[in-house]
Structure formats: C-alpha cells, structure tokens
C-alpha cells in the first residue's frame, strides 16, 4: 500500500500533524517531502511532492498561502503542509481551510515544535517501504516468469538497462524484430514452421533474423547465446513498448 496524505499523521512520531483540510483528496499519493525554500515552488517539482511550507525568511499572509494552494493545484503535488508556530506563521486561516476543501487539495499542520528532519525522513522511510511492499505484490499477480522478472527489475528503461551488456546494439532496435525471434524459437528453430505461422516467406523470415543475429552479436549455434536470446525475447515481449512495435521488416 502505497503512503497516501491520510497516513502521514499516523506515521511513528508525527501525530502532532493534522490533516486540516481537503479531505476528498486525501487519498493522493505521496512521492516524496519537499521544503519549500522559495516563494514559488512550482519550478522545482516534479507531481506528487508532499510540499512543505514553513515561513522561515519571509512572510506569508493570507493572500500568499491562497496563491501557494492553486500552485499547489496546478504543479499536482500531493498536498501541503504548513507549519505554524508564533514565530512564523501563527494559524492556518479558516478561509484557506475552506478552499483547500473546494479544491480537494490535503492540507496539513504541522507545529514548529516538531523538527523537520524527524518529519522528512520519517516520511521518506515510510515512502521507500511501502513501495517496496507494493513492488513485492506486484510481483505475487505476476501470471509468469518473464513478467515477474520484469517487475523486479523495474521500469522499461531498467530492463534495457540489464540487457544491454549482453547484445551489441540498442535495445529499442530489436523491437520491430520481435515477433520473428518468438516465431522461430516457439518452432524451435523450424524456419518453414515459423515462417506459416507469421504468413511470410521462409527467406523472409531468414533475412529477419540473421539481422538480429548480426546486431546482437549472438550465435545461434552457441547454447549461452540461445539462452540469451530466449531471455532476450521474454524480457522484451513484457514491455508496454513492445506490444506497439510490430513486424514491418520485409
């Protein structure tokens, strides 16, 4: 389960944190804690930033947290947490409540008594195992091997990544080769088979293949290399991208 705006006044040693406001959105999930240092904080991230505001070197009337709530909105970050205290911002305004409720935009208090570094690495461990915990399930409704593996190595990029030492070319250039690859080695290496099965022709099919082959470096006669290239195959058939990149050699 994934650390939503909600959990965070549960979190060990942050129930001094209330979630004020904008509760229809306080199932938004939280990316990561970001101070902001700057009046606008927009530039600096990304979506999902749990946004803190403390009022430390300038003041923050009313009127400023009001435009801070529609950056907020705007920038889609998870929500806002403003800390009050005499020194700086003294209370949440009961208008700012009231919009940030219009906005469903979560917005928590934090006093200025709690230390901000016990808050942002609580948050930030919380963050880390729970998406842990996530990618572990994940990988429990995997319906196979290959898409299992995909998921523990991660993103589309991750996966190219861990391939790419062992061919000689970009990953991305074997996608429109794909569907050749899998013909050939669901016929076991049957040129004639797999050739009927795509509805090509058998040198074709040929031509296909001996450009994988040439491109990855790999020898079909080498069983380390025809492992490789049924990992290769199984690997890539998982990814979104793949799916979209079908057959157009001749």
């Known amino acids: 389960m994934l650390l939503r705006c909600n959990d965070i006044p549960q979190l060990p040693g942050l129930g001094a944190m209330q979630l004020r406001a904008g509760l229809t959105g306080a199932q938004r999930v939280v990316r990561?804690?970001?101070?902001?240092?700057?009046?606008?904080?927009?530039?600096?991230?990304?979506?999902?930033?749990?946004?803190?505001?403390?009022?430390?070197?300038?003041?923050?009337?009313?009127?400023?947290?009001?435009?801070?709530?529609?950056e907020a909105v705007a920038?889609?970050?998870?929500?806002?947490?403003?800390?009050?205290?005499?020194?700086y911002i003294g209370q949440v305004p009961n208008a700012l409540l009231r919009l940030a409720d219009q906005l469903a935009m979560p917005l928590l208090e934090q006093p200025y008594s709690l230390p901000m570094v016990q808050v942002t690495e609580t948050i930030s461990r919380a963050i880390v195992q729970r998406e842990q915990e996530h990618a572990r399930q994940q990988?429990?409704?995997?319906?196979?091997?290959?898409?299992?593996?995909?998921?523990?190595?991660?993103?589309?990029?991750?996966?190219?990544?861990?391939?790419?030492?062992?061919?000689?070319?970009?990953?991305?250039?074997?996608?429109?080769?794909?569907?050749?690859?899998?013909?050939?080695?669901?016929?076991?290496?049957n040129l004639s088979a797999a050739a009927k099965a795509l509805g090509c022709h058998r040198n074709s099919l040929r031509y296909r293949l001996d450009k994988?082959?040439?491109?990855?470096?790999?020898?079909?006669?080498?069983?380390?290399?025809?492992?490789?290239?049924?990992?290769?195959?199984?690997?890539?058939?998982?990814?979104?991208?793949?799916?979209?990149?079908?057959?157009?050699?001749?």
């Open 32 to 70: 990561w804690p970001y101070v902001a240092e700057n009046r606008s904080f927009s530039p600096w991230v990304k979506g999902g930033e749990l946004v803190f505001i403390t009022g430390i070197g300038r003041h923050h009337s009313q009127g400023s947290l009001t435009e801070r709530l529609y």
């Open 75 to 87: 920038s889609e970050v998870a929500g806002l947490v403003i800390l009050t205290g005499d020194a």
């Open 212 to 250: 994988l082959f040439r491109l990855t470096g790999l020898d079909p006669q080498k069983a380390t290399d025809q492992h490789t290239l049924i990992l290769l195959h199984a690997l890539l058939a998982e990814l979104p991208s793949a799916s979209a990149c079908l057959e157009t050699a001749p």
């Open 139 to 189: 990988e429990l409704l995997a319906g196979s091997l290959p898409e299992r593996l995909q998921q523990r190595l991660g993103s589309p990029a991750e996966v190219a990544d861990f391939l790419q030492p062992f061919i000689q070319c970009p990953v991305t250039a074997l996608l429109p080769l794909l569907d050749s690859l899998g013909a050939w080695l669901a016929h076991q290496g």
